[in-house]
């Protein structure tokens, strides 16, 4: 380093000012110490502490734990409890269905964000980010409006003659799925925009001229190149609806199960803590899997970006 | 402006053209970019377009190949009118300035995308991609992605992707830009070479005009729009049809006379007949003069400068009476090393028939 030589002996500075040099200019994992002693305490040890109350047998007495020892009893009767196979799997049916949804109406927009003009582009950024600006919750409670037996959906619906009875829409299955779509459809066009808005053009262009029509450059061109975008938001948006509670609780009616409110459920009111923290453990081994298959799935359409000094 | 005179040898008026461009016109809002262009290009022909950083080069082969529609005006490619014929039908390829090389396909797949577009059959696709790759030299590079390849060798990828079609008209907009300057020499033989064997009409952009020298059968000088000349290389360099391609093409010296009596006199005494009246601005080139020691003669300066270029030495010669600085280009000689800096020397002008008069 060229900046080496205007800073004082090693000898004379002080450990403070060493140590503040090692965070800001270190090499290895001198920079990441800040994070990882702020992430140790906020997220390390409280998981140790969860993992501890699913994997042990304790006595409690007046409130505190007396004696704690190893034990797989809580997993084992977790996983041959067919409520937790049916729960997980709703809510993995669930987040799958609306990460493919996400992909299947955020694509289009992203798409339109990079054949657009310019106000086009800027419009469809508000569009995006606006929604992010309110909180989920609002947002969810939108949907009560709108799909609401007097919501505007049935209403409409009424009034154009189509049906003669509102159709049941909330607390079901669809209006979580609706609800799920909406509020992670940002999630899921950011990646794509940010993506799409460093295409470089004339790569269009390019296959135009090689004779492609504008769905063979989508196909060919557009579309393989966005890969990243995708595997970002897929994963952005599977893990956030995967682990959603918001969403299931207000829109489900309170009736709908999935894991989060499940372990909900559990910690709160049924105070089985050791059942939250292996249903816990079962959501966040499963979110991993799929992450991983997500990003392997990524990293086999964009071999390409490897071995670039090969 | 004029169109540049085109002898016979030059227009190969026996065939109609490939590729028809009449009176192209393009503008940005209120800015004009091209106007009322127009060039003919025979087949097999190179075509260089030449001119200054934003006179509209670029603009004119995207309105051929179809990614900007022209204003007026008529491009047609064998006969065929381009104006209603979309981007990806048109007989025509591009090799991009920058390449434009798909990032996340082979070197074989980039070369066979025209193919696969047009459904060519794969066991005759990779063939023809084969064939092509060849042309460029560049077999055993086919599964290579493109950031796994030198500048040269994506450019020659580029130049394959586009031969693979075989496109009437071949468009290349500054293709040796990203390349060092040794290199390029060598591709623009190289390149000259392969589409000569062909039998390419091309039309090849750039702002360097040696590479236009070496690429080129004709050049059109563009300014601000226009086509100025079009005519070829040497008679671009020995007869420039106005005072802006005699100046940027070659280097030259000016000089503002008046015509009498049908003839303009030149600095050296001698006179050179022209159609032209009134002020007027005669242009000789720096090989055009000889410098010799000073001797009897109206034409008597000192040298100021020089340099040598190759075999040849450039002088600077600071006129007496004028303030011009007169450039002479004299074979570079063992015996005498020529004319020190300050030497007085005196001036003559070879053949006055080579001079050049403009309007002033
Ligand atoms: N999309 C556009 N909108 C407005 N003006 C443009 C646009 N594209 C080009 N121009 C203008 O048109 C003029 C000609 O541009 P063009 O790219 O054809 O120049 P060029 O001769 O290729 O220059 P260079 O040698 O620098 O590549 C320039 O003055 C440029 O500013
Ligand atoms: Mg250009």
């Known amino acids: ?310 | 402006m004029m169109q540049g005179p085109t002898g016979p040898a030059t227009s190969v008026a026996t065939t109609s053209p490939v590729l028809r461009i009449g009176g192209v016109g393009k503008r940005f809002g209120t800015f004009t970019v091209l106007d009322d262009c127009s060039l003919d290009v025979a087949e097999g022909e190179i075509v260089t377009l030449l001119g200054p950083s934003g006179c509209g080069k670029t603009t004119l082969l995207r309105c051929i190949a179809g990614f900007w529609d022209a204003d007026s005006g008529s491009i047609t490619i064998d006969g065929q009118d381009m104006a209603r014929v979309p981007v990806n039908r048109r007989p025509v390829g591009v090799v991009f300035q920058s390449y434009a090389l798909f990032p996340h396909l082979t070197v074989a797949r980039n070369v066979g995308y025209a193919l696969r577009m047009q459904g060519v059959p794969r066991a005759e696709a990779a063939r023809r991609v084969a064939a092509a790759l060849e042309t460029v030299s560049l077999t055993g590079f086919e599964d290579r992605y493109p950031a796994q390849l030198s500048g040269g060798q994506q450019q020659r990828v580029a130049i394959a992707r586009v031969l693979v079609m075989e496109p009437r008209v071949l468009l290349l907009d500054e293709p040796f830009n990203a390349l060092d300057a040794k290199l390029r020499g060598t591709m623009q033989v190289e390149l000259r070479q392969l589409i000569k064997s062909l039998g390419l009409t091309s039309i090849f952009v750039t702002h360097d005009q040696e590479e236009a020298l070496t690429m080129s059968d004709r050049i059109a000088v563009m300014r601000a729009g226009r086509i100025e000349q079009a005519a070829p290389p040497d008679e671009i360099f020995d007869r420039p049809a106005t005072a802006y391609v005699a100046d940027f093409i070659g280097s030259s010296n000016f000089w503002p006379s008046l015509v009498a009596d049908g003839r303009v006199s030149l600095p050296d005494g001698q006179s050179v007949a022209t159609g032209l009246r009134g002020a007027v601005r005669v242009m000789a080139r720096p090989h055009n003069l000889q410098i010799a020691p000073p001797a009897a003669g109206p034409w008597q300066g000192r040298v100021a400068f020089q340099r040598s270029v190759g075999p040849l030495v450039e002088y600077h010669v600071e006129t007496e009476g004028g303030d011009a600085m007169v450039k002479v280009v004299a074979m570079r000689r063992a015996q005498d090393r020529g004319f020190a800096d300050g030497t007085a020397v005196s001036l003559r002008i070879v053949d006055p028939a080579l001079c050049a008069v403009y309007p002033a």
């Open chain 1, 1 to 310: 380093m060229a900046e080496a030589s205007y800073t004082a002996p090693l000898a004379t500075r002080g450990l403070g000012e060493r140590l503040v040099d090692a965070l800001l200019s270190g090499r290895g994992i001198w920079p990441a110490v800040p994070a990882i002693i702020v992430l140790t305490v906020v997220a390390v040890i409280p998981f140790v502490i969860l993992l501890s109350l699913g994997f042990s047998d304790m006595e409690v007495s007046r409130g505190a734990i007396v004696s704690q020892t190893f034990s797989l009893q809580h997993l084992t009767n977790a996983l041959t409890d067919p409520l937790y196979w049916t729960t997980f799997q709703r809510s993995m049916t669930l987040a799958l269905t609306t990460t493919a949804l996400c992909i299947f109406f955020g694509y289009p927009v992203a798409y339109l964000f990079l054949i657009g003009g310019r106000w086009t582009r800027r419009l469809i950024l508000v569009l995006t980010i606006a929604p992010l600006l309110t909180s989920g919750i609002v947002r969810t409670y939108a949907w009560l409006v709108i799909l609401g037996g007097r919501g505007v959906v049935n209403s409409t619906l009424m009034s154009l003659g189509l049906i003669d009875q509102p159709l049941r829409i909330m607390n079901t299955h669809w209006a979580v799925l609706i609800g799920m779509v909406q509020i992670h459809l940002p999630v899921m066009i950011l990646p794509l925009i940010a993506v799409m808005s460093r295409h470089d053009g004339r790569l269009v262009e390019a296959s135009a001229n090689l004779g492609a029509s504008r769905l063979g450059t989508l196909r060919t061109v557009i579309l393989p190149l966005s890969v990243p975008g995708i595997g970002t938001g897929a994963a952005l948006v599977f893990t956030l609806s995967y682990t959603t509670f918001v969403v299931p609780q207000l829109l489900g009616g309170g009736n709908y199960l999935n894991a989060a409110t499940m372990i909900y459920e559990q910690v709160v009111y049924s105070l089985e803590w050791s059942k939250g923290s292996v249903s816990s453990m079962i959501l966040m081994v499963t979110c991993l899997i799929v992450l991983v298959a997500i990003a392997l799935v990524t990293n086999h359409f964009t071999r390409w970006t490897k071995g670039r000094d090969a």
